[in-house]
């Protein structure tokens, strides 16, 4: 039986609708309209149009939404002043700064200046902190949008087996404490990891965040798992798609190649995935639509907390 | 062929060598002696141990210490301000507060006051984040205690799978994070896991940190693993010590039965441990002279990160 692709487009739309509806009512009964600004930093055309679909997201959401696009020779000193003066900007409730900044400035030094009330990207170490701790508050976006698509596709979590394939900070180590958090006996693996099918096919719960185009394969998949990947990988190499995608996905995915000069990859081999796993998530179509869902109601949630609607601190 | 006993005693020994050299010579070099206060609050007789065995160690190590000891009824207000002032006074390098603290106050609440450059207990979120992000802080001493012991004791960590049981903010969780920076393939395990020896028996390093004496049994151990005991119980059944020490051991351990009531038990049951493990951390003498020893070594580092002497936020 091929495995049931889980869609990333219904459960964002879900989401999207919760917080528009959530943001009408902070304006409706509070006069508060909950405002992210996105900070760009150089001409990287990827950060381009993730930070434009953010912002028309936001607005589509009833969110207020500015870019600060500024150029790549700024300073790390100017990047800095900007940060502080949205911390200091009363009516911003989110902020964040798209990566990769240019190699001159500290990432470190400019994500941990950002005011953890207005994190909306969950990377500053004290919302890291929270989250290890077990605390409610803002956790990054890409793995808080894989356990909505697992609790709202109905995966049971609590006393499986999820093993969690990458340990970068924005994904891997987030992603296995909010499994941990939700029961699941968690196991992390990485390049340095021996026989890595062996422990991967444990897995009750699979999650592929590890960058590298159609990794995870019918060997690292036990019969039946659910398998989330997270990676998005550009793929040219039409003999290379054909290793990946089934016959009737190919004629599309050759098209976005001559098109666009490559098509969309995941992590995971999506044609072995289709004859293992029991359920599995697409890219693109899967978690990376959640990202920016997650992202909205983050800011949302800043909107809240930053105003005592509910306090995450006292929980 | 019976297990290697790991012994605390000669590693913590080692270590606290180590942190009496690097504090004379911040003496003799700086004019510095680091700092260490213990705030204690109320009658607890563990507490009232642990903190005197604190206070003795930094003293014998050329440190200076302090003891503030509160009445069980102080308000929550009255110990944030102790925990206030302590963060500004320049001459205090690290602020314990020992746990447990009376009901009527809330202990995460404190725990977040103390300035996290001074948080030798490793405890604060911001302190927390930046371990699981994989910067050098201030770290739980516990765990930091354990790597200790592994890497001292040359065994490897890199590649093997480490699996931890329990999950707390003070040991298991930290110690996931410490074991994944060490290159470890990492499970978690807890009260929910699902057939847990199956699970440990695949570790090649296994941590206990579960609070039940002796709950670690021959099929928790695969063959040669090397076993670290977090746990101290307190027993005063003589038919579970039966159970629990090899013979040779029992005499001394019904003789402290006899004397003060109850004999000190780790997590993992130390006569299956001696014929299944290729080595572990005895209970006493293993894992908790660690901590002590960690928590010196944490109040010079805090002392030299406070004055610049190296930038851990730099890293």
Known sequence: MP???LSGKMIADEIKS????EAASLRDQHGIVPCLVAVR???DPASSVYVSSKVKTAGELGLRSEQIHVDADITETELADIVSGLNTRDDVDGILVQLPLPKHINE???LELVDPAKDVDGFHPVNAGRLMQGHDTL???TPAGVIEILKRSNIEIAGKN???VGRSNIVGKPMAMLLLHENATVTICHSRTRDLPAVTRQADILVAAIGRAGF???EHIGAGATVIDV???NVSDKDLARELFSADDLEKRFAAIDKRGFTLVGDVNQREAMERAGAFTPVPGGVGLLTVAMLMKNTVKAAKMRRGFFNAAAN
Chains 1, 2 share one sequence.
């Open 3 to 5: 495995a049931n692709i």
């Open 216 to 218: 995870v394969r019918a």
């Open 108 to 110: 470190r030094r400019v």
């Open 41 to 43: 930093v150089g001409e």
């Open 139 to 141: 956790v990054p976006c």
């Open 18 to 21: 919760e917080v528009a509806a």
């Open 231 to 233: 990676g998005i990988n």
């Open 162 to 164: 999820a093993v969690v």
